[in-house]
């Protein structure tokens, strides 16, 4: 066996407590398939409090860019997150000092994966992230090298378990979103601001990481349509059941004539397509390729040992020596992102208003949207859960009813532009909801 591969770890919080649990329990086979030790050499954590896990004889560091330059480590672990701060200036070090890195910091590579891949070129060492992207479900690489031989159409998956369990619920149990939202803080999914969950942002940064790796271009988080799942209700769920849909908060990489589509929002999917299976906190990655055809891989996209998990992968790669580009090619040659115009979607729609209750307000709706050339696949009117019932049943005035109706293909500008219309003409009581119905 050749001398061992030395580790120093900075954050020693769920990832990193299973990444030192992985590296005990499986230390022989760890070697064995590398044919050199993996040793903890160094940690740097914020305190040195007892996390209940074999730290062995590692060197402590209060200062993780220290532990990232020193002589003593070979591979600098990252596992303190966020897009700035000492996470990136160690990250930053370690690979100008030519320390290998792994590293689970979705934000920082959404952020600046270019140019960190980049520095990482200059001083010949890999830069690794499987965990960065949907946890425990290999995507990176599969990306990155088994799919290297094909041209990557579509990119798309439930990239944050939080949003689908919440999802999952409401579909489920019939829970409304506060009460959904509710129970995923009580089980420690969602984040004390869950914004950053629900809002769609990190599926945004881990879409950014896909699509430069599906299709060779510089990471691009800002040139991205995000939506969240905020403004999903039960009736949506419930109508969107009715339909034979599931809905879920997809991220999706599309390539189209024009340019790339990257989009983050709720989308209706299949009933009977494998992605609307998947439900609770699992994540999947979907991957439309040219020679392989469609794959789909599903499985935990967050907690401690999957994404351990993921990040022990790494590190295993570098013990054995094998580096391929961060993104796939070398970072010179990655294209500039070409934003594909969100206006020219193509697609049908799901869209639901609370309609009027009055003579003549659905003609006009339709006029709206015949005026648009968006044309409807089906339309069905709710009855108010307070309505008369029989032949004598009247509209109570200023009444209004859920209306739902599915379009046939049309363009995103035309369908926003026939909501716009129809809820300036009144016949509406609140913003129409809209909901992209996505061709798998
Ligand atoms: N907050 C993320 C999720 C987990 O809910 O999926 C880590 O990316």
Not at 368 to 384: A, C, K
Request: glycine share 10%; proline share 4%; with cysteine.
């Amino acid at each position: 066996m050749t001398s061992p591969l030395r580790l120093g770890v900075a954050g020693l919080g769920t990832v990193g407590c299973g990444l030192v649990r992985l590296l005990r329990q499986n230390a022989e086979q760890l070697a064995d398939s590398t044919n050199r030790p993996i040793e903890l050499a160094a940690v740097s954590a914020r305190s040195r409090k007892d996390r209940g896990v074999d730290l062995g004889n590692a060197v402590w560091f209060d200062d993780a860019v220290k532990m990232a330059v020193d002589p003593g480590i070979d591979v600098f672990v990252e596992l303190i997150g966020g897009d700035a701060g000492v996470a990136k200036e160690a990250v930053e070090a370690a690979l100008r000092a030519g320390k290998h890195v792994v590293t689970a910091n979705k934000a920082l590579l959404a952020r600046h994966g270019t140019d960190l891949a980049k520095l990482s070129e200059k001083t010949n060492v890999s830069l690794n992230f499987e965990a960065a992207v949907a946890g425990g479900i290999p995507v990176i690489k599969t990306l990155r090298e088994s799919l290297c031989g094909n041209q990557i159409r579509r990119v798309y998956g439930i990239l944050n378990g939080t949003c689908n369990f919440i999802l999952t619920r409401m579909q489920q149990d019939k829970r409304s979103f506060a009460e959904a939202l509710k129970e995923a803080q009580a089980l420690g999914y969602a984040e004390a601001d869950p914004t950053f969950d629900v809002g769609g942002f990190d599926t945004a940064h881990k879409l950014a990481i896909l699509t430069s790796l599906a299709f060779g271009t510089r990471v691009a988080v800002d040139q991205m349509h995000i939506e969240g799942i905020e403004s999903i209700t039960q009736e949506d769920i419930e109508s969107a059941d009715d339909l034979d849909y599931r809905i879920k908060l997809l991220g999706v990489a599309l390539l189209t004539e024009s340019g790339i589509e990257q989009r983050v929002h709720p989308a209706m999917v299949p009933k009977d397509s494998a992605i609307a299976e998947v439900s609770g906190v699992t994540n999947a990655v979907a991957i439309d390729g040219d020679f392989v055809g469609n794959l789909l891989l599903a499985g935990a996209g967050a907690g401690s040992h999957a994404t351990a998990s993921s990040v022990a992968s790494d590190i295993i790669d570098i013990a054995r020596g094998g580096r391929a580009p961060a993104f796939g090619v070398p970072a010179g040659k990655l294209k500039p992102y070409k934003r594909a115009k969100l206006g020219q979607h193509q697609g049908a729609y799901y869209v639901r208003l609370n309609v009027f209750d009055r003579p003549g307000a659905l003609a006009k709706i339709a006029g709206r949207m015949g005026e648009r050339e968006v044309s409807l696949e089906s339309i069905v009117q709710r009855r108010p859960p307070d309505a008369q019932v029989g032949i004598a049943a009247k509209p109570k005035p200023g009444s209004d009813t859920p209306v739902v109706m599915i379009t046939h293909e049309t363009t995103e500008q035309a369908i926003r532009g026939a909501l716009e219309a129809i809820y300036k003409d009144g016949t509406v009581s609140e913003k129409p909801q809209m909901i992209r119905i996505e061709e798998l």
